[in-house]
C-alpha cells in the first residue's frame, strides 16, 4: 500500500466503453485515471479550474512514461496516489500510481514532467507564491519517502551479454 504521506485520491470506476476487446480497461483509460488523481492534487495545490479561469495560468504535461503492471476490469475500482519526487519554480516532477481500491494491488505507474503556463502565451511561467508555498510544502512532507522504484526507468531492449 502506498505510503501514508504520499496524497491518496477519491476511489475512480471504470466506465463500460472504456474496456477494449480483449476484457480489460484500454490503455488510454489508464491516463485518464492518472489525470483524474492529478486533478485533485492541483485542487490541493489551488490550480483546479477555476485558477485557469480566473488567473489564466495551468500546467501542461510535457513529458509521461506508464507502466501497465496489471489488467484492470470493468468491476474493478481504484485510487491513485501521488508523489512529489521534485520541483522547481516552473515545473513537477511526480509519480503516481494506480491501486486497486479493496484490495491494494498496484495497477500501473505514471511518472510526469508537469510545465506551470500562462494561458496568453501559452508560455512557461514560475508559479505564483501562494502556489508555490503549497508545492513546497507537499514536497516538504514528501521528499523524506524513498525513491520509488519505478520511477526514472527508461525504455530500452535489454540484451543478453555472452
Not at 507564491?129 to 526514472?152: C, F, N, Y
Request: glycine share 6%; aromatic share 10%; hydrophobic share 35%.
Amino acid at each position: 500500500m502506498p505510503d501514508e504521506a504520499r496524497y491518496c485520491s477519491s476511489v475512480f470506476e471504470l466506465q463500460k466503453d472504456w474496456i477494449d476487446f480483449n476484457g480489460h480497461l484500454n490503455m488510454a483509460y489508464y491516463t485518464v485515471l492518472f489525470d483524474r488523481a492529478y486533478e485533485e492534487v492541483s485542487e490541493e495545490f489551488g490550480m483546479g479550474a477555476r485558477y485557469a479561469a480566473e488567473r489564466r495560468l495551468t500546467t501542461y504535461t510535457a513529458e509521461i512514461h506508464l507502466c501497465y503492471l496489471r489488467e484492470l476490469h470493468l468491476e474493478d475500482r481504484v485510487r491513485g496516489t501521488f508523489q512529489l519526487l521534485d520541483h522547481d519554480e516552473k515545473r513537477l516532477h511526480s509519480y503516481q500510481e494506480l491501486r486497486h481500491a479493496e484490495e491494494g494491488w498496484l495497477a500501473a505507474t505514471c511518472e510526469t514532467l508537469t510545465l506551470h503556463v500562462d494561458m496568453s502565451g501559452p508560455r512557461v511561467t514560475p508559479f505564483p507564491a501562494d502556489v508555490l508555498g503549497r508545492i513546497e510544502t507537499m514536497h516538504g512532507l514528501h521528499k523524506s519517502l524513498p525513491l520509488p522504484e519505478q520511477a526514472g526507468r527508461s525504455i530500452a531492449i535489454r540484451r543478453r551479454t555472452r
